[in-house]
């Protein structure tokens, strides 16, 4: 077990490099099973994540191992072994290397997915889709088994604008005749990412970003080497973190325009942005400013992954702010522990009402999921004394050593074994 202790009150200074994006990395290390050649993934992120995606590959039959940061990954020969819950169970993303193996081997059988608690998170999308390309698909006691002899390519259309169904039905399609239609696509940039990813090692997938992507099935996809975009979560929780501590802090390896939702907001709230390039640098000088309302929904608008590190630094802004989790019905469980620390938070469903506070105190502080780990840290950064942050198991996750991260930035920040 670890903990974060963390002396917080000083402005954030100085400059780091964000990491290459989890929900980039893992969709592509899925799609690796699509051929059977060596895949070579660059400055792929460490992350506790990733080690449970690649353990899910190598069960299959595949090989995969770092080289510095760079993921060799080869799929050579698959073994249809039963993904079963130990595997599945550490996170969600499991669910959509359904897609690949069918697309590979027209059958699967995989356990439900785990992931962070922040709601149901059903996968009726994923398996409506797949029935709709004519997989026969049934439950066996947990374990989802896929019958793709029968597979053939379709148009879908998801009722929703699902991340991982979309990336699923995009696998699901590489390799099969004719051209899958996926209308009611997800934009995130992820998305395209996959795409991209897709497309070079030889597949035909067009229009992905927009709402309808086509992925022309060939019949064999070769290896290559590919280096993910940035990860744009990461980015914003750093700017994030400065905008509830003050300071001036230059991000570098980012893409201005996939946190275009999250910088336009830091800017209403008294932040200064310059965009230098692949570089963003970013001062804050007072207490931010409330958001009269911010709402979360899917891309290009403002990220719900960016929602609990907003409310971090909302906390001390200089009036009521109102915010609206409009994809999770349960991403509020950090606010608890935020309260703690002098926070005035009101929370019902799916808003939370947040009255800024002139600042907070240290406290002892417990991560339950991811982005709700990095909202304590965010706080605990900005709160005046000391505080520790329990359940760092979470937060590496997704970020891959957060510690160093801010401690490049001169905060106060070790990480200590309990
Ligand atoms: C991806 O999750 C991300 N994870 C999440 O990031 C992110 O919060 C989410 O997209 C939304 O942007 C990865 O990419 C690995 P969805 P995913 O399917 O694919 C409902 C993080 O912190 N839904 O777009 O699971 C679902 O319940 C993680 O890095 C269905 O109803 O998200 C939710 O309300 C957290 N049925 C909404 O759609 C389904 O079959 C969004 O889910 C699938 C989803």
Do not use: W
């Not at 994923?126 to 026969?136: A, D, E, N, P, R």
């Not at 891959?400 to 991260?405: A, K």
């Amino acid at each position: 077990m670890q903990k974060l202790v963390i002396d917080g009150g000083k402005p954030l200074q100085g400059e780091t490099v964000i990491q290459t994006a989890k929900n980039a990395a893992l969709p592509i290390i899925a799609a690796c099973i699509l051929t059977d050649e060596a895949v070579v993934i660059e400055n792929c992120p460490k992350l506790k994540d990733i080690d449970a995606m690649l353990d899910i590959v190598k069960h299959l039959g595949c090989k995969a191992e770092f080289n510095g940061n760079d993921l060799t990954v080869c799929c050579r020969d698959i073994e249809l072994n039963v993904i079963n819950s130990d595997l599945t169970g550490k996170l969600r993303s499991s669910i959509f290397i359904m897609g690949s193996i069918l697309s590979r081997c027209r059958k699967a059988y995989i356990s439900h997915p785990g992931g962070c608690e922040i709601g149901l998170r059903p996968i009726d999308l994923h398996i409506s889709g797949l029935k709709g390309l004519s997989v026969k698909i049934m439950d066996d006691c947990g374990v989802i088994c896929c019958d793709g002899s029968e597979m053939k390519s379709n148009i879908i259309n998801l009722d929703f604008a699902s991340v991982g169904a979309t990336e699923n039905l995009m696998m699901a399609g590489a390799l099969l005749e004719g051209e899958t239609v996926i209308v009611n696509a997800a934009r995130e940039p992820e998305i395209v990412d996959l795409a991209e990813f897709i497309n070079a090692m030889g597949g035909k997938v067009s229009g992905a970003g927009g709402s309808v992507i086509s992925v022309v099935g060939v019949k064999k996809l070769h290896g290559c080497r590919y280096r993910p975009i940035p990860d744009r979560i990461c980015a914003g929780t750093v700017l994030a973190a400065v905008a509830a501590t003050g300071g001036d802090v230059t991000i570098k390896n980012v893409v201005p325009e996939h946190i275009f939702g999250v910088t336009e907001r830091l800017k209403k709230t008294g932040s200064r942005l310059a965009v230098h390039g692949d570089s963003m640098r970013i001062t804050m000088t007072n207490r931010p400013k409330p958001l009269h309302k911010l709402e979360t929904n899917v891309y290009p608008a403002f990220p719900t992954d960016m929602q609990p590190q907003f409310c971090a630094f909302l906390t001390r802004a200089t009036g009521s702010s109102v915010i609206v989790e409009n994809l999770f019905e349960s991403r509020f469980g950090y606010t608890s522990e935020l309260v703690k620390m002098g926070a005035n938070i009101t929370v019902k469903d799916r808003i939370a009402v947040v009255n800024g506070v002139p600042s907070l105190h240290g406290a002892s502080l417990r991560a339950s999921d991811l982005r709700g780990g990095a909202a304590l840290v965010i706080a605990a950064l900005a709160a005046e004394g000391r505080s520790a942050v329990f359940g760092t198991e979470h937060i590496d996750r997704g970020y891959e050593n957060i510690e160093r991260t801010f401690g490049e930035l001169a905060a106060t920040i070790h990480r200590v074994q309990i």
